[in-house]
């Protein structure tokens, strides 16, 4: 009976961002085009892997970084500015007025708002293998499926520190500038910008504590079938990710006193 | 005109004023440059173990284009960025109007009405590894300062590009992030272009987006590596780029339909 | 020589046409359907100096339209328009120098900062010296009452105090064209009050044209000798405000206080009956019939009072806008006397001559 009634609230979410999404298409197509970071990266690192000087051949620098820039357009989380944006402008005393959680919200939005990228997504990597035929590859039904749970595990993992940190708008107009900060960090410790093997050992060993590879470099490494460890994963991605969701209940409950404190 | 300076300093003056109401920011601001600093470092160092390198290029020439990268966005955080939202801002909520009331070039207004102190230690950590860079290669400073011209011209590059796709959003207020996309493109000029494979990747970034112009030319002049010819290319391009985004934006005018109440 | 010159003003939007729904969504992406919509068609009128005109109009009748091509924001798809002797489209510094816009509910100031600062940047880019300008500040501050409010943050400032405001950055200039779009907008009534005020005294002191264009009928009553009433993009009528009501509402309304309850139908014979409460009645009366009728009335039910006004003129426009019986070339067929629309509420009146005995409500 709660099932059948969550469903229904699902799928009536999910319709309607849905239709938003659908209408905001070509601003989300873009955000597909801006983030082509890993596209560049695959071009200077295939350059460069051409001295053989690396433990990647060019080959595999060129399906790594196809990959990166699949994993990254579905790990992709926003939503401390939208929040931060209801805070700011009072809007989310509506949301609070309504029977379900505003989270959902925030989680329908970015569902749907993948199903609107994925299009663009395919049509990008389709654009790469005509350049480079010889990289052509597609990942075996087994190391696909690994590679999306693990990618589930990582989008609830990140969505729910980033929600967390979300939190601090209560009490700071600014807190999405601590997401640049993580940004930063994540930027150059998931494997983003090149791939963890290239990475000096103490380096890589550092990294591995942090929850940042799980959110790149092992989704990407199971799709190119180079094997992950998928209990480590789980594991790391289990505990950062249950300490955001403890810490954002928390913070959750103190800011909305905070908030309603404030006239909204 | 003495008119337009005066005007300049005012919105300068104004501008920092009500950003400096947060000094947090600044704080934030720093680490967040540290950390791209560090990690630019870093991820360019990766390339030079176990004997590879860049196009060819000697680690502290590479560095050399990323320091003068890093100085660019830098200044497109204090100078660009902080107005193009407001753009976007102004034609959502229909304040333009007050822009296009004004007896003064709007072009002129949109431009440099904000000025933000965030972006200033990219600007000075960029400088710093230029500095440091030319150091390392003993370049005479005489030599070094030749890539200021060239450094110039790409900042001009890099403004018409800007304020040619802002202009979009008076058409299209959904297609505002369209900068966004600029600004990902951009990216490539961390590396000098022989850092980039010859055929489309090369072709794409000289000619189509400039970025080569931006960061490998400067460092080109500066380090006298053949490259520097290219400069005969940034010349006409400046010129043509800006000349352009100031028609075009005298078009986009004509289709203004302005909020009604 | 006048200040605002329009011929043949027009302006047309197409604009994409889509339905809703997911499926709607889809079909747009596959073939677009446009609509023609003709914001304004063939406006043509003039102003002289000095003059203050309004602009009255439904929601999206063009009023806003026409008054943005004559500050040079949109450009007419057909026409002329000259003011101060410039095509506004232009947008010549001579011509941006003589006009000034001020829209409600918008604001050019800097909301973090006060008032002041951005009066001076103002000052910088119309070229006022700093002297003058300071003087120019003190003067209209006084005229506005604002003199504490221009060191404080706009933010922090209430509704009424930001757009005498933004009043003044609007005015340092001293332009000679005043252009207003909804100035009063959410405003309470003192703030709208003090505004009209300002702006009729602004007027006669400094000699300013002002155009305005308006909802609150209380505003247009105030402040315009003179009205422009522009329905679905056309211009209908152009003249004093007195002479519109006459134009369509050629009626007038007989308030009757009875010596007896009477019914209904023993009323009807007189005229449409709109209200009847206890011994109070209000009937509406042809003017061609206006005397005969009173006479009758005087004599048959010889009430305690009788007053004799003219309709609200909220009433008329508003009647106007509803069952839209304008043609395009101003003449309106009389407004059917079917039924009572709207209540007679805020009775403000046009303040004609004649025969407008006790009318209740506001002074404008």
């Not at chain 2, 710093?128 to 060239?150: E, F, H, K, S």
């Not at chain 3, 909220?314 to 304008?326: D, H």
Request: positive net charge; charged residues 20%.
């Amino acid at each position: 009976m709660m099932l059948a009634r969550f469903l229904r609230k699902a799928r009536a979410l999910f319709v309607l961002y849905l239709g938003y999404m659908l209408e905001y298409r070509a601003e989300i197509y873009l955000w597909v085009l801006a983030s082509v970071l890993p596209l560049i990266l695959l071009g200077v690192w295939a350059h460069a892997a051409e001295s053989g000087a690396y433990p990647l051949s060019r080959v595999e620098f060129i399906r790594y970084f196809i990959a990166v820039f699949v994993v990254r357009q579905f790990s992709f989380i926003w939503v401390i500015w939208e929040f931060e944006d209801l805070v700011v402008s009072g809007n989310l005393s509506q949301q609070l007025l309504q029977p379900i959680d505003p989270v959902w919200r925030f989680v329908a939005s970015h569902i749907t708002e993948r199903v609107v990228r994925l299009p663009l997504v395919l049509a990008v990597v389709a654009l790469c293998f005509g350049l480079y035929p010889d990289a052509f590859w597609l990942p075996t039904a087994a190391d696909f499926a690994t590679a999306f749970v693990l990618l589930v595990l990582a989008f609830a993992t990140r969505f729910a520190l980033q929600y967390m940190m979300s939190m601090l708008s209560f009490w700071s107009e600014r807190a999405a500038s601590i997401e640049e900060l993580w940004f930063v960090i994540h930027l150059f410790l998931s494997g983003l910008i090149a791939p963890l093997d290239v990475y000096p050992e103490p380096v890589r060993r550092i990294t591995e504590l942090t929850p940042f590879p799980y959110l790149i470099y092992y989704p990407v490494n199971l799709l190119l079938g180079r094997g992950a460890p998928f209990g480590q994963a789980a594991l790391v991605l289990g505990v950062w990710g249950g300490l955001g969701w403890l810490l954002q209940r928390i913070l959750w409950r103190r800011g909305l006193r905070r908030y309603s404190a404030m006239g909204n | 005109m003495a008119r337009y300076a005066r005007v300049l300093w005012l919105f300068w003056k104004t501008s920092l004023a009500s950003e400096l109401e947060y000094r947090l920011n600044f704080l934030l601001a720093v680490l967040s440059s540290l950390g791209h600093l560090a990690g630019n470092l870093f991820g360019l160092s990766l390339f030079y173990t176990r004997g590879g390198s860049l196009g060819g290029w000697p680690f502290h020439q590479a560095l050399l284009v990323m320091g003068l990268f890093t100085t660019l966005q830098g200044m497109n955080r204090v100078l660009l960025s902080p107005n193009l939202q407001r753009i976007v801002e102004h034609v959502r909520t229909g304040t333009l109007d007050f822009v296009l009331i004004k007896p003064i070039d709007t072009q002129f207004w949109l431009s440099t009405r904000r000025i933000s102190p965030w972006g200033l230690p990219d600007v000075a950590f960029g400088l710093g590894m230029v500095l440091y860079a030319a150091a390392q290669l003993d370049l005479a400073p005489a030599r070094l300062a030749l890539a200021i011209g060239p450094f110039l011209l790409s900042v001009v590059i890099q403004y018409s590009l800007w304020f040619m796709l802002a202009s979009i959003s008076i058409w299209y207020v959904k297609v505002h992030n369209v900068t966004e996309v600029l600004n990902g493109l951009l990216a490539a000029g961390r590396y000098p272009i022989d850092a980039l494979p010859a055929g489309a990747y090369r072709f794409i970034f000289t000619f189509i987006i400039p970025v080569a112009l931006l960061t490998t030319v400067p460092a080109s002049v500066a380090l006298e590596r053949e490259g520097q010819r290219l400069l005969l290319l940034s010349v006409p391009f400046a010129l043509g780029a800006f000349t352009f985004s100031r028609a075009f934006w005298r078009h986009a005018l004509r289709s203004y339909t302005s909020a009604s109440s | 020589m006048p200040d605002i010159r329009v011929d043949d003003l027009c302006k047309s939007y197409r604009v994409a046409v889509k339905a809703t729904g997911i499926g709607g969504a889809l079909r747009h992406l596959i073939r677009r359907e446009h609509r023609e919509i003709h914001a304004v068609q063939s406006v043509s009128f003039q102003v002289e100096p000095g003059e203050i005109v309004g602009f009255l109009g439904a929601n999206g009748a063009g009023k806003t339209t026409t008054l943005k091509m004559l500050t040079g924001l949109i450009r007419p798809t057909s026409g002329q328009a000259l003011v101060a002797g410039e095509v506004p489209f232009d947008r010549k510094r001579r011509f941006l120098q003589s006009i000034t816009l001020v829209m409600g509910q918008k604001q050019q100031l800097m909301w973090d900062l006060p008032a002041l600062d951005s009066l001076k940047v103002n000052a910088a880019v119309y070229d006022i010296p700093e002297a003058e300008a300071e003087a120019r500040i003190a003067r209209l501050a006084e005229l506005l009452d604002v003199n504490d409010q221009l060191r404080q943050p706009v933010r922090k400032l209430s509704l009424g105090e930001r757009m005498k405001c933004e009043l003044l950055a609007a005015l340092l200039h001293q332009p000679k064209i005043l252009l207003l779009d909804e100035p009063t907008l959410g405003l309470d009534v003192n703030a709208q009050d003090a505004m009209r005020r300002f702006l009729r005294d602004y007027n006669r002191e400094f000699g300013a044209t002002v155009i305005l264009t308006s909802h609150y009928m209380a505003d247009i009553v105030a402040l315009c000798p003179r009205v422009l009433l522009i329905h679905e993009g056309r211009l209908i009528y152009d003249g004093s405000l007195s002479g519109l009501v006459d134009r369509f509402a050629p009626y007038r309304q007989v308030r009757l206080d009875l010596a007896e309850p009477l019914e209904r139908a023993a009323l009807e014979r007189f005229g449409e009956v709109e209200a009847l409460d206890g011994l109070r009645a209000v009937l509406i009366v042809q003017r061609s019939r206006l005397t005969e009728t009173v006479a009758r009335v005087l004599a048959e039910l010889k009430p305690r009072d009788l007053a004799i006004s003219d309709p609200p003129v909220e009433q008329v426009v508003g009647r106007l806008f509803l069952e839209g019986v304008v043609s395009p070339i101003g003449i309106a067929s009389p407004i059917p006397a079917a039924g009572a629309t709207g209540t007679t509420g805020a009775a403000g009146t046009t303040g004609a001559a004649g025969e407008s005995g006790n009318d209740p409500g506001s002074s404008p």
